[in-house]
């Protein structure tokens, strides 16, 4: 579901959004011809040869003809940190806060429709440290509760230019999450690290622990992209360390890109070595690409 983010009523219930968003995606998903993944998840297995008959489900084999075990739930859950960056870049563009809006309802979104399979969530939110990092569960107050605090995201907004570490942070996750987990990570991915290779290091260090990553890079690609301004100077400030630059963007566009162009493609091309779903998410994305990639890596998890 596309959503205008301009056009959302600021005093509707976030819980409720996330229900519009969830059930307009499930709604699709029945009426598509693909639907290689349900959305409601059997909580069954195609029964294998050998195997003990004492769990077969008769019903399901009366109905289908196929024999099926019944599955239980430390089998189908699924254990998911969604870890979101807040550091002041993600609060692009001053107008809109468009990042940081989109990031709120995608994560929301997410929640909810983890919380409807049963699945366990927690929420972590960082900037240069970790500003909170909740338990992983899977009970409807804890879903309240992160729903609270995605509701309050604009209260992490820094007051002074901030670094993002998203490397540090990243570190810090990995050793504190002891069972292996689904990470989605919402960022843009600008780090004050000394080197890119610090931030694949972290990626690393989660994927060597045996957890599953998603990076969902969360940009204006408009301006942040393809540096799409108005031909006449302005002024740029660098919302993370407050640096102030004035001038013409037809004169460093092509530059910009090829910049722009070179650390997007590297970063795409390390997630892809280390087995991690990297995934475009422009802020004028569709939220269906959100809740579909998660359900991808679920089925693929279980």
């Not at 976030?14 to 998903?29: D, H, S, Y």
């Not at 639907?35 to 009366?62: I, M």
């Not at 338990?135 to 007051?159: G, I």
Request: proline letters at 3%; hydrophobic letters at 40%.
């Amino acid at each position: 579901m596309k959503v205008d983010l301009t056009k959302i009523n600021p005093h509707t219930s976030l819980e409720l959004l996330a229900r519009q968003l969830v059930e307009g995606f499930i709604t699709g998903l029945h009426k598509s011809p693909y639907h290689g993944f349900s959305v409601e998840f059997a909580e069954h297995r195609l029964y294998n040869e050998g195997e003990s008959t004492r769990h077969l489900d008769w019903k399901v084999y009366a109905r289908t003809d196929r024999l099926f075990t019944k599955r239980y739930e430390e089998e189908t859950n699924l254990r998911c940190l969604i870890a979101i960056d807040v550091s002041a870049s993600m609060f692009y563009p001053a107008a809109t806060q468009a990042k940081i809006q989109f990031t709120k309802y995608a994560s929301a979104a997410l929640a909810y429709l983890l919380n409807r399979q049963r699945d366990a969530v927690g929420l972590c939110l960082f900037s240069d440290t970790v500003h909170e990092l909740t338990p992983v569960k899977s009970t409807p107050t804890h879903l309240n509760k992160v729903l609270r605090l995605l509701n309050d995201l604009e209260q992490y907004k820094p007051q002074t230019p901030t670094n993002t570490n998203v490397a540090r942070v990243l570190h810090e996750v990995a050793e504190k999450i002891h069972k292996r987990s689904l990470v989605i990570l919402f960022s843009d991915m600008f780090d004050s690290a000394e080197s890119a290779d610090d931030l694949f290091k972290a990626l690393q260090h989660l994927k060597h622990n045996k957890h599953e990553v998603v990076v969902f890079h969360v940009m204006d690609n408009q301006t942040e992209l393809y540096f799409s301004f108005e031909d006449r100077p302005l002024e740029f400030v660098d919302l993370e360390t407050g640096e102030k630059l004035k001038l013409n963007p037809a004169d460093v566009k092509q530059t910009y890109q090829d910049e722009a162009g070179r650390f997007y493609k590297a970063l795409k091309m390390r997630c892809n070595q280390y087995k991690i779903d990297f995934i475009e998410a422009d802020v004028k994305s569709d939220f269906n690409l959100i809740l579909q990639t998660y359900l991808i890596k679920r089925a693929n998890m279980r």
